[in-house]
């Protein structure tokens, strides 16, 4: 059975610091791994998605890596801003023929001004 | 983004009574599913479709049946409302797998007295 991790559940970061989120999945049989962003009260927004064969995915200020291996993945943000303050989960897809995602349970990053 | 609504954005009910949350998507889309997002739990997935009449378990599907008609519409129905219902529900859609991303809506926040 699928299972992802996210630690930590929660980080609280001054401005400007570069940080890691790390997320860890139990089964490396996976399709792709997404990251995504969450405010308070909306939706989910895709930030990166990266391929089983791929190694990163970056978009500006965020690059996030896949070991299929050791069953990890990380999150690079560069230059932290308080805008970056949400909850950032990671999902895969599985490859097992019945495209569903198993989500992590998110870390909830605040960035301090 | 994909264009994706849900309906109703909040609900309030009683126990034992039927509730149906509709997702409603523009872009033809093949697959659609439906979350459910609670404290400590993060994202678990209820019933996916992957095709018109298409549909399959999640984790959490007991209590819960879908219904998908047509491309664009896809309906979650809580055939008798419990308090352990009550929860905030997402629906996302996925153009193609391994490829695409998974774009959500904006949620449906279901309170079950």
């Known amino acids: 059975k699928q299972e992802v991790t996210q630690i930590p559940a929660a980080l609280s970061v001054p401005e400007g610091e570069n940080l890691v989120l790390n997320c860890s999945f139990t089964d490396s049989a996976i399709y792709n791994l997404q990251w995504f962003r969450q405010d308070p009260g909306k939706g989910l927004t895709s930030l990166l998605l990266i391929q089983s064969s791929q190694r990163e995915q970056t978009s500006g200020r965020l690059n996030a890596s896949l070991d299929k291996s050791s069953g990890r993945s990380t999150l690079y943000i560069a230059a932290s801003q308080p805008g970056d303050s949400a909850t950032y989960l990671c999902?895969?897809?599985?490859?097992?023929?019945?495209?569903?995602?198993?989500f992590g349970t998110g870390t909830r990053l605040k960035v301090l001004a | 983004d994909a264009g994706i609504t849900q309906s109703p954005r909040h609900k309030v009910t009683e126990t034992g009574t039927p509730v149906t949350l509709r997702c409603h998507q523009t872009e033809n889309h093949r697959y659609m599913y439906w979350y459910r997002q609670d404290p400590g739990h993060g994202l678990r997935l209820i019933h996916y479709?992957?095709?018109?009449?298409?549909?399959d378990k999640g984790e959490v599907s007991d209590g819960y049946s879908v219904s998908r008609s047509k491309t664009e519409d896809f309906l979650l129905t809580l055939e008798s409302a419990t308090s352990s219902q009550t929860s905030v529900y997402f629906c996302?859609?996925?153009?193609?797998?391994?490829?695409?991303?998974?774009?959500f809506g904006p949620g449906t926040r279901l309170t079950v007295l």
């Open positions: 999902a895969v897809l599985r490859a097992s023929g019945t495209y569903k995602y198993i």
């Open positions: 996302a859609t996925l153009g193609s797998v391994g490829t695409d991303t998974q774009y």
């Open positions: 479709s992957y095709g018109v009449k298409d549909t």
